[in-house]
Structure formats: C-alpha cells, structure tokens
C-alpha cells in the first residue's frame, strides 16, 4: 500500500527558512510526479510546486508572485522523496501543506495520493 509521510513543518519566524519533506513508500513501480498543494480553512486546496521524475519543476501561478524566488521544488528519486525548501517566509505563507503525487503502484496501477498534511505558521 502505497502511503507518503510529510515532515518538516512547523512554527517558524518571519524571514526563516523551513525545508518540508514527503517521502512515498510501498510497491511503486513508478512516480510520474510529486508536488506541494497549500489549502487553508473554507479555501481551495492550490498548487504550491510540482517536479515530475524527470525534473521537471512547475510553480502554481494561482499562489502568487510572492513565492517566487523564495520556494524551491527538488526531489531525491532513489528516495522517493520530495522537498520544498522555504525561505524568507512571510506571515501569508501559513497554511496547512500537503503532499500530492501520482504513482503506479502494483495493487492500484495509476492513482493520485496524498499526504495528512503538515502546518505551516509563520508567526511575526
């Protein structure tokens, strides 16, 4: 069974830096891609960043402008892992983030999985 665990988050202050991580397991035969979704209560859950197994990044037009430079995708395939690292992180950037990837695994071939999520609070 296919499972990702999230870590990394925290309470962090304006300006710090924080590096979530959200590793897959179980029996993958592949992961198309991995990415960050931030949702907040009674909002839409939005793209953060997504890298594909290949490395290609994708950065969510939806959150706005002031993410970039400041957030950066990566990923560790041998791991299974992604990461988003966090820096210079503002007050607008608390939210609950989650971890979202598409994986064909042996039991359920193609399917989108997520992550329990992880708080997120920059507090000033």
């Known amino acids: 069974q296919v499972q990702l665990v999230e870590s990394g988050g925290g309470l962090m202050q304006p300006g710090g830096s924080l590096r979530l991580s959200c590793a897959a397991s179980?029996?993958?035969?592949?992961?198309?891609?991995m990415g960050w979704y931030r949702q907040g209560p009674g909002k839409q859950r939005e793209l953060v960043a997504r890298?594909?197994?290949?490395?290609?990044?994708?950065?969510?037009?939806d959150y706005g402008d002031s993410v970039k430079g400041r957030f950066t995708i990566s990923r560790d395939n041998a791991k299974n892992t992604v990461y988003l690292q966090m820096n210079s992180l503002k007050p607008e950037d608390t939210d609950v983030y989650y971890c979202n990837s598409k994986i064909y695994s042996s039991t359920s071939r193609w399917n989108e999985y997520w992550g329990q999520g992880t708080q997120v609070t920059v507090s000033s």
């Open positions: 890298i594909t197994s290949g490395g290609k990044t994708d950065y969510g037009e």
């Open positions: 179980g029996s993958i035969f592949s992961i198309a891609a």
